[in-house]
């Protein structure tokens, strides 16, 4: 038996249709970074894996989100987890 399809997407702006566009096509976008910024997120990873223990959670949010995540994170040059994770400390930490 087929299953029925997932509705389509709506976006807000061309904006939202491209992000979800690029996230859909597991194409990686080149982002030059200086060997300074470089360093900085490599002790920033390393600060994390050494840090307190981490705890798996799973979380449910809105595919356009989630693909706007995933865009921010790669112009960033990190993994989407890693910036979610940065976000929701430094709310917490106010």
């Given at each position: 038996?087929?299953q029925p399809?997932?509705?389509e997407?709506i976006f807000?702006?061309?904006?939202?249709?491209?992000?979800?566009?690029?996230?859909?096509s597991?194409e990686?976008?080149?982002v030059e970074?200086?060997?300074?910024?470089?360093?900085?997120?490599?002790?920033?990873?390393?600060?994390m894996?050494a840090?307190q223990p981490?705890?798996?959670i799973?979380?449910a949010?809105?595919e356009?989100?989630?693909a706007?995540l995933k865009?921010?994170?790669?112009?960033?040059?990190?993994?989407?987890?890693?910036l979610i994770n940065?976000i929701?400390?430094e709310?917490?930490?106010?």
């Amino acid at each position: 038996m087929n299953q029925p399809k997932p509705p389509e997407p709506i976006f807000d702006s061309e904006e939202e249709r491209a992000d979800f566009a690029f996230q859909d096509s597991d194409e990686w976008i080149e982002v030059e970074m200086s060997a300074e910024r470089r360093a900085e997120l490599r002790q920033a990873a390393r600060q994390m894996l050494a840090g307190q223990p981490r705890k798996r959670i799973s979380i449910a949010i809105p595919e356009r989100d989630l693909a706007r995540l995933k865009t921010r994170a790669a112009e960033k040059g990190m993994p989407y987890q890693t910036l979610i994770n940065s976000i929701l400390h430094e709310y917490v930490e106010g």
